[in-house]
């Protein structure tokens, strides 16, 4: 605390993680001689810069950037790029801190990484948001490379944004070096299925917890927060599987449609014309919108956090347990609080932290650097049945290792014990570095 002052977020993170590994250090003495959990909460390298950029007016904005390459065991720091007023450096680290697990998780060979800028993308235009990429990457692409640090989107940054940081990346080195971003474009190096992956993966990670109880998610109602990247797609698969949706939301308030969300409408309205989640009740009969509503006092019997950290609190857990809600996948990075985790657990519903539910998009991204490196572009169909597999994989992995560690069926416990397993031993058999 005292070395990381006023990084609250980071702080909850690395409390949540550390609670659970008291008996880790009691099985495997040799990572507690190493400090690897002194060593763990310490980032590689932290970097933090100015991006001067002009607005449409021709006036002077100054933002600042961060990318906190934190741990590198695994592979090159991977981690995505938030744009967004909010972020500061306690942000950009307990996203960074968290990412290193989940990347553990996934099996696959990446690192743990993050980065963004207090930048606000909304109301800007395309030719702002461009010279603003420009601005940053000027800086940033002296410390990324595909074998050393690959950024990819987050709040804020979609294909879009990917696009222009990837063509200020190749002018700059005059290289056509693909793998040095992730979420890229299908006709320029992106992989199919890394749009769909996070929210898909986050149903399959909720599917797989609902069989170990003998249930499913057909027929279910379902509310999902945000209407961001990953809430869509979420909001698709769900419904493809049969559950019905009936709520989502944006920072401003809530959409409640009982005959469930109509999903090509919400895309049109985020995706295409980019406006306001209330633009949905004005082209939708029978749809309501709370304004500054909560949407987890709408009823349901799944909840899907999608949209920021803290957004789920012990109120409305409590509401959620009211309402007779069986499980919570976190689709979002942390957004249950301690509190609400406690609450959802006690009341024995069946939670997935975003660790390990929200990791299908990064696995994904491991998968489009795979193509890159390759030269190769797979199938959809392909592609999603890689992902899924991924998925099963960390359901399994968390659960037996939930067991292992006294906790069964306790996904909290055994994400942070299967990742951070994977990562110390990584650590300590490469030295003291
Ligand atoms: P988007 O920018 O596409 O969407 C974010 C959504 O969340 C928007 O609806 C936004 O509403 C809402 N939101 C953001 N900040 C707040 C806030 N402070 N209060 C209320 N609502 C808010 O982002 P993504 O969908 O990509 O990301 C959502 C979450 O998922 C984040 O926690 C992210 O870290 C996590 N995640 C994303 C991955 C990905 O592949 N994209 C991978 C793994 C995790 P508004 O428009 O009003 O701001």
Request: net charge neutral; with cysteine; proline share 3%.
């Amino acid at each position: 605390l005292r070395r990381n002052p006023g990084e609250t977020e980071f702080h909850q993170a690395v409390r949540e993680v550390l609670e659970t590994l008291g008996p880790v250090l009691v099985k495997y003495p040799e990572l507690a001689e190493q400090k690897i959990i002194q060593r763990i909460c310490e980032p590689e390298r932290q970097i933090i810069f100015r991006v001067p950029w002009q607005d449409d007016r021709g006036q002077i904005q100054i933002n600042r950037a961060f990318r906190v390459e934190f741990n590198s065991a695994l592979g090159p720091y991977k981690g995505g790029m938030r744009f967004h007023p909010s972020v500061y450096l306690g942000i950009i680290k307990f996203l960074g801190f968290e990412q290193i697990f989940k990347n553990a998780l996934t099996g696959l060979p990446i690192g743990g990484g993050k980065g963004g800028s207090d930048f606000d993308p909304k109301g800007k235009s395309d030719a702002e948001i461009m010279r603003f990429c420009q601005s940053l990457m000027t800086e940033l692409y002296r410390h990324i490379g595909e074998h050393t640090d690959v950024p990819a989107g987050d709040i804020g940054v979609g294909g879009r944004e990917i696009g222009y940081l990837f063509g200020q990346y190749k002018r700059i080195t005059n290289r056509y070096e693909s793998g040095v971003l992730t979420g890229k474009g299908l006709n320029w190096g992106g992989s199919r299925a890394r749009t769909e992956a996070t929210g898909y993966g986050a149903i399959f990670f909720l599917e797989e917890m609902l069989k170990v109880r003998g249930d499913s998610i057909e027929g279910k109602t379902c509310v999902v927060s945000g209407s961001g990247n990953v809430a869509i797609y979420a909001i698709e698969k769900a419904q493809a599987l049969g559950a019905r949706v009936i709520a989502c939301s944006d920072s401003n308030g809530v959409v409640v449609d009982q005959d469930g969300i109509d999903l090509a409408l919400l895309k049109q309205i985020k995706e295409v014309e980019r406006r306001r989640l209330s633009a949905y009740v004005q082209e939708r009969t029978g749809a309501t919108y709370l304004e500054n509503g909560c949407i987890w006092t709408v009823p349901c019997q799944i909840a899907l956090p999608c949209a920021t950290q803290n957004e789920l609190t012990a109120k409305d857990a409590q509401s959620l347990v009211r309402n007779g809600c069986i499980a919570v996948a976190e689709g979002a990075n942390m957004p249950t609080t301690p509190e609400g985790i406690h609450v959802l657990m006690d009341a024995g519903i069946a939670f997935g932290p975003g660790k390990a539910a929200n990791a299908g998009g990064v696995a994904t991204s491991a998968l489009e650097m795979q193509q890159n490196a390759s030269r190769d572009s797979w199938s959809f169909e392909y592609t999603e049945q890689r992902l899924k597999e991924i998925m099963v994989n960390i359901h399994r992995n968390c659960y037996e290792t939930s067991e292992e560690f006294d906790s069964k069926g306790n996904y909290v416990v055994g994400a942070n014990i299967a990742g951070f397993l994977k990562v110390g031993h990584a650590m300590a058999a490469l030295g003291l570095v």
